[in-house]
């Protein structure tokens, strides 16, 4: 699980990298841009599909504080 994330975060790292590259060079290549601006949504895809979603909590648990 850990290994994912780290390629995870390498993909949006290389990703952004590439497309900020592709995009500053006088004579811009659309086809690195692309794929730049794919291999940083890949990454966040990846990223996004290993976290977990909150617990949702119980509207009937009630602390002693609240009450």
Do not use: C, R
């Amino acid at each position: 699980m850990k290994y994912k994330n780290t390629i995870s975060y390498w993909l949006i790292l290389i990703g952004g990298s590439i497309a900020i590259y592709a995009n500053a060079n006088e004579k811009q290549s659309i086809l690195l841009l692309v794929l730049g601006i794919f291999t940083l949504m890949s990454g966040l895809f990846m990223l996004n599909a290993s976290l977990s979603s909150k617990t949702p909590k119980s509207d009937y648990e009630i602390n002693d504080e609240e009450e």
